[in-house]
């Protein structure tokens, strides 16, 4: 496939009040040091949720490239939307599996369901059955965070009906873990457990346990296919720990006016900051329409020159308030740009501020961005 390199996509630069760069060889290297962590296990790529938030089209292409051959979305329409940027020998695999009806579009579109409850195993079961061949699936089981999958009791059916998966050719046999981003939590161990015993039940077939973080829990974990999906693009698996891995985004709001206050002035809604001296401040084109939350605004700020820029007062929903006071002059002025996103504060930073994860931040960026996708690092400056 094809990698592409320097694409532009959103807004025209000229005219977007923020410019969100993309870095497909940090996605790339990401992906590398998760392979290696994962050691024989084969590496999947999640890139449900547009990538999260970072565009499947440029991203998949780039993450095949580097030798990804099994992909992993949420619904069946972002799989019919990504077969189109990946080769056809690349393997699909729906996470929400098909809602009644659509079987026929999984099988036209090359897609693989899981299979989460008894009534899907019957519908693509009998999806099997009118075409009279076997369909791919990846069985799904519920080992402790009572959220999508088979029970231990649907698994005890399964076992005792010889035709149970008369037509099914299961592909993988799949869990999820609940606090792997928590090492010491013993809740991992427990479904790891539970996922051997359930899958000693059904017939043989390749186990996949981890995802991001669960890759770092070791290999007793990895099994024979892991799923990272927020490592790729940068998210810290373990937010105790020294993050691994490399930034991917890089995002540059725009000036859009500047003045003076003072102690007698409030700023924003609520008009919440007053300054006690003067101060020189900057409305930037980002707001909470854009994915920075009014949630923690008060612990925000961008960079500039290597300038911190504390955002002052309530973030709206289409900019937000700086205060420049300490940047260089020469720089101030409506147009130049401003760091929001960047390698001193990254996604995992911006979602502490706002009490959330970087997964919410990363899915939340607006597409009223200009977007940069680049092979190589991410250019100085605009």
């Known amino acids: 496939m094809p990698v592409p390199c320097a694409i532009d996509t959103g807004w ?179 479904q790891r457990a539970r996922l051997l015993h359930l899958r000693g039940a059904l017939p043989r077939a390749p186990a996949s346990l981890a995802a991001s973080s669960g890759i770092f829990l070791g290999p007793d974990f990895h099994f024979d296919l892991v799923r990272p999906g927020a490592a790729l693009y940068g998210v810290a698996p373990d937010a105790t720990r020294p993050n691994p891995l490399h930034p991917v985004v890089r995002l540059q709001a725009r000036i859009l006016q500047t003045r003076v206050v003072g102690p007698d002035d409030g700023v924003g809604y609520g008009l919440t900051y007053r300054p006690a001296s003067p101060r020189r401040i900057a409305t930037i084109a980002v707001g909470y329409a854009d994915g920075f939350m009014r949630c923690g605004a008060e612990d925000g700020c961008a960079w500039l020159d290597g300038v911190r820029l504390p955002v002052l007062g309530r973030i709206s929903m289409d900019s937000m308030t700086v205060d420049v006071t300490d ?26 501020a706002a009490g959330t994860i970087g997964y919410e931040i990363l899915t939340s960026l607006g597409r009223r961005y200009h977007r940069a996708y680049v092979a190589d690092p991410a250019p100085a400056d605009l």
């Open 12 to 190: 025209p630069r000229a005219r977007a009040g923020a410019v969100l760069t993309i870095d497909l060889a940090a996605i790339r290297a990401n992906y590398r040091l998760l392979r290696a962590r994962a050691g024989g296990a084969e590496c999947a790529a999640v890139v449900k949720a547009d990538a999260y938030g970072l565009g499947a089209a440029q991203v998949a292409p780039a993450l095949e490239a580097e030798g990804a051959r099994t992909f992993f979305v949420a619904h069946i329409d972002e799989g019919i939307a990504l077969r189109r940027h990946v080769s056809p020998g690349a393997r699909i695999i729906v996470l929400h599996g098909a809602l009644p009806q659509t079987e026929d579009e999984c099988v036209r579109h090359d897609l693989v369901p899981v299979i989460n409850d008894l009534d899907q195993l019957r519908r693509w079961r009998a999806q099997a059955a009118t075409l009279a061949r076997p369909l791919p699936a990846v069985l799904q089981l519920d080992t402790g965070m009572s959220r999508f999958g088979l029970s231990e009791r649907d698994v005890g059916a399964i076992a005792d009906d010889p035709d149970a998966l008369r037509g099914i050719d299961v592909r993988l046999v799949m869990s999820h873990l609940a606090c792997a981003d928590n090492p010491d939590d013993p809740a991992s161990a427990r």
């Open 327 to 352: 940047a260089p002059e020469r720089l101030i002025r409506p147009g130049a740009t401003v760091d929001l996103l960047d390698t001193r504060r990254g996604v995992d930073d911006v979602a502490q």
